[in-house]
């Protein structure tokens, strides 16, 4: 990204750029896998359903994947038919269930429970399949591991071993990383997999590995390559990938200015024009956004915090190589997946100004203003 650009052409802040060229070359790490190994890649659009990210990304995946009616509804406007729409969700209503099975070609079942109730009722005949909770936990935050104790994700694998169910279902789909660098966890999860069900898996047509891996920051690829050649070739099923932040998540920044400068305790504190309302997890979870100005050997640390009430609107401590200044404009990196699609105008602060930087060019795709936000809490 050509940080220098962004600051001096883009005359609103805060502002959401998307770097098309980076969509692409990560789309791109993920096309070679589909024609090496022949596995499906699905964009999973809950991480940024954006309309033009959606066009954008179409022509080198075989489908999306979708969580909900609405994302079912989204996906099906942009493929038009050209490509399939996987949806696993604990959330089927009956009074959807109609209208999702005409949309999604395929469907994991989030439990016994759900698969009995709506499978017999399944008026488009979607390919359908359960969610396994593979009881394998890769991660040390229950907030966001499939497999934590009492998980509401998917069937127990115990519980489905013991069932007649894998006879009668057509697939299987397993989802238990979080922005994984290797494929450690894969490789464990479809072992034990095989050790349950062993030739079983000979009478599904698919299995869907689920999203989770950032496959564009793993240099090599060979181990996953091998294992879904293995599986290929012993069970003759289709093998499904579905990420999301792979596709989009380092393709985002967040262009921000700093509106306010003091010190609060002995440290300068910097308000920007942005907050964790455009950013959500950096307060769910704690974690700090990667910024571009950051210096980790700078002279001038600051704390960069959000200017809504909350307290913990913090983004972090920085450190930056000359003091910051009212007006200095600054670059979150990182941030393209599970930010706007959760951004929020708590406060009344307005959602950020979207931009597309495609071809050397700066599109301006989306600007809100006082009229939506007005919309939203009208009631009369
Ligand atoms: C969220 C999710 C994905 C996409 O995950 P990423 O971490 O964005 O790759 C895929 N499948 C399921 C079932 C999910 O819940």
Redesign the pocket.
């Given at each position: 990204m050509d940080f220098q650009l962004i600051k001096d052409s883009i005359p609103s802040s805060p502002a959401f750029v998307l770097h098309a060229d980076e969509i692409i070359s990560a789309l791109k790490v993920l096309n070679t896998l589909r024609h090496r190994c022949r596995c499906k890649v699905l964009y999973?659009i809950?991480?940024l359903p954006l309309y033009s990210v959606l066009e954008l990304v179409k022509p080198f995946v075989d489908g999306f994947?979708v969580?909900s009616l609405f994302e079912a509804r989204l996906a099906d406007e942009v493929l038009t038919g050209q490509g399939g729409i996987h949806l696993?969700t604990p959330g089927i209503r009956p009074d959807e269930w109609d209208d999702i099975a005409r949309l999604v070609t395929l469907i994991s079942f989030n439990s016994l429970t759900q698969y009995q109730r709506f499978a017999s009722a399944n008026p488009a005949k979607s390919s359908m399949g359960l969610r396994v909770n593979p009881k394998l936990s890769f991660l040390n935050d229950d907030r966001f591991d499939p497999c934590r104790t009492y998980s509401k994700l998917g069937v127990d694998i115990d519980e489905l071993w013991q069932s007649s169910c894998l006879h009668q279902v057509k697939g299987l789909h397993i989802?238990n990383v979080?922005?994984a660098t290797d494929f450690m966890p894969l490789i464990k999860t479809i072992e034990k997999l095989r050790g349950y069900f062993g030739k079983s898996l000979a009478q599904l047509d698919w299995l869907n590995l689920?999203?989770?891996?950032l496959f564009n920051q793993i240099n090599d690829h060979r181990p996953f390559m091998e294992l879904v050649s293995k599986l290929k070739n012993e069970f003759e099923l289709d093998i499904y990938i579905?990420?999301?932040?792979?596709v989009v998540g380092s393709a985002g920044y967040l262009l921000t200015t700093v509106i306010d400068s003091f010190v609060s305790d002995g440290k300068t504190i910097a308000i920007l024009d942005t907050s964790v309302n455009h950013n959500p997890e950096v307060f769910e979870y704690q974690r700090q956004p990667e910024l571009h100005e950051h210096d980790v050997k700078g002279n001038y640390p600051a704390i960069l915090a959000g200017c809504t009430c909350l307290a913990g609107d913090v983004f972090g401590e920085y450190r930056f190589n000359k003091p910051l200044a009212i007006g200095d404009k600054l670059v979150f990196k990182e941030v393209g997946?599970y930010s706007l699609v959760k951004a929020n105008r708590f406060n009344g602060y307005n959602l950020p100004d979207i931009y597309l930087f495609q071809d050397q060019q700066l599109k301006k795709l989306k600007q809100y203003n006082y009229q939506d936000y007005r919309q939203q809490w009208l009631t009369h």
């Open positions: 999973s809950k991480s994947s969580s696993t989802h979080y922005s689920g999203g989770g891996y579905e990420p999301g932040k792979a997946a």
